[in-house]
């Protein structure tokens, strides 16, 4: 059974980058029928906090990547919070120090650091110098007899570190570039490596899909495997979100979280089918997919391991496409928190339909919806639009045409307009001659929805009130 798991740290909001590892692994989860884990790597205390795991678990919900095992829902390998698996990483460094294959180390972190840098000014590795690898019992009882309370360290052993990664190929690393690692701090809590390594063994993860900059500490995650006995999992380490200058993607490129994104009305299907474009291409070329169809379409070996440069356009284009392939009376109800001054109108889905082909995120609604307010007054490009003698003939043409005809639907505006145009049509005239100066008149703008849209939505009596305001104006 593949299982595969999320492990996010909650020191902040989800990343990007985050949430496309999230992804990967829940499409490997969905596609082989496999489980997800949600594990909160929760163990820098400081840094962590409750309220941060919860927006990156609504977060996740949102974009859909749902879990089956986690803290919030529990399963057969709870508990789901590091923080709360202190027993378990004591029970697992007491058996490597058991069996020689971890010591304890007093060295302070004064001392640790003063020799570290000691070794980069002569040139050597700043590594672990295995100053307390070899103490006596004589000497260990001295360290204690001071007050010094031990970590643990991991015995290195020599040789090369071998493992396979999916992606990558077969990487090697020398131990002698490692040195003896911290598994439990001098308080008892276990460090990084090696509470990942235990969840990971102990949470029976198959595959371990994780960014690349986890790819040296996977050389000591494999080393700990073997000497607590455990198998190997599978890795794959993907390339990492890039900026568009090749750094990774952070807040000077622009909005790093999904909580930006979902703020500024970009739809999480459009977000995670673009995440999966980064590294991958659809078989047969189509790229705007929903989430179930990538997850039908998606094969993990067909991930690229160039940078992913994050592009924001193709970003836009895409939200563009999703938002035009959702049913109407869906995207309406993901359309009015965005535009709460208009949600509650009658012909909000009219409006939402009005917009359709302009608008990139639901975040620009409310300035798309401005033309439905208050006409504003025409500025120095659309002015020129409500002079002129033919300008006059046709609002006088649309203003008696409104007068005798009822707009009960977009069925009747659409009617008015193009008999409106058919009529300047006969006489020489262009299109724009006819629909600009009736559009301004209308809204006092050059641009914005189809007419008969405006004209629905406005309503014939509000129409005529604009046109003959602007006939007043122009005599
Ligand atoms: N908690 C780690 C992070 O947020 C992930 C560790 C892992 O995937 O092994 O970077």
Request: charged share 30%; proline share 6%; net charge negative.
């Amino acid at each position: 059974m593949i299982r595969v798991r999320f492990a996010p740290s909650p020191t902040g909001y989800l990343h990007l980058g985050s949430a496309r590892t999230a992804l990967f692994n829940w499409l490997v989860a969905r596609g082989e029928s496999g489980r997800m884990v949600l594990r909160v790597e929760d163990t820098d205390r400081r840094r962590s906090s409750r309220d941060m795991e919860d927006s990156i678990l609504e977060d996740l919900r949102w974009l859909g990547l749902e879990w089956d095992e986690g803290p919030d829902i529990g399963g057969e390998y709870a508990p789901y919070r590091q923080s709360e698996r202190g027993d378990i990483y004591r029970e697992h460094a007491g058996r490597l120090l058991e069996e020689g294959k971890a010591y304890p180390c007093y060295c302070t972190l004064e001392e640790l650091e003063e020799r570290k840098q000691k070794a980069l000014a002569e040139g050597r590795a700043p590594i672990y110098d295995g100053n307390c690898r070899e103490l006596t019992a004589q000497e260990r009882m001295e360290r204690e007899a001071e007050g010094r309370r031990p970590a643990l360290r991991f015995r290195v052993p020599e040789g090369d570190i071998e493992f396979e990664d999916l992606l990558h190929g077969k990487m090697r690393f020398s131990s002698s570039v490692i040195g003896d690692f911290l598994i439990t701090r001098n308080d008892g809590s276990a460090g990084f490596n090696f509470s990942v390594v235990v969840d990971d063994a102990t949470m029976k993860i198959s595959h371990v899909i994780r960014g690349e900059d986890h790819l040296t500490n996977t050389a000591r995650h494999v080393l700990l495997f073997q000497a607590l006995g455990y198998p190997v999992p599978l890795y794959l380490h993907q390339s990492l979100l890039m900026g568009s200058d090749g750094a990774k993607m952070s807040k000077r490129h622009g909005a790093t979280a999904v909580r930006n994104y979902r703020e500024a009305g970009y739809l999480p299907g459009a977000l995670t089918n673009y995440l999966a474009l980064l590294s991958w291409s659809p078989p047969e070329g189509r790229e705007v997919l929903g989430l179930d169809e990538l997850a039908r379409s998606f094969d993990i070996r067909q991930l690229s391991a160039s940078p992913a440069v994050f592009d924001r356009e193709k970003l836009d284009w895409l939200n563009g496409r999703h938002i035009r392939n959702m049913p109407l009376d869906t995207l309406v109800e993901k359309a009015a928190p965005f535009a709460p001054g208009w949600s509650g109108h009658p012909l909000f889905p009219l409006m939402i339909e009005s917009v359709l082909d302009n608008i990139v995120t639901l975040g620009e609604l409310p300035f798309y919806m401005e033309v439905y307010g208050e006409p504003a007054k025409p500025g120095e490009k659309a002015a020129p639009w409500l002079r002129g003698d033919t300008a006059l003939r046709v609002l006088g043409r649309a203003l008696r045409d409104l007068s005798s005809i009822e707009i009960e639907d977009l069925e009747d505006a659409r009617e008015l307009i193009a008999s409106l145009k058919q009529e300047f049509l006969e006489k020489g005239m262009k299109p724009r001659e006819v629909l600009m100066p009736v559009r301004v008149a209308l809204t006092g703008r050059e641009r914005g929805p189809a007419l008969p849209y405006i004209v629905t939505v406005l309503g014939g009596t509000e129409c005529e009130e604009r046109l003959r305001r602007a006939l007043a104006g122009m005599e």
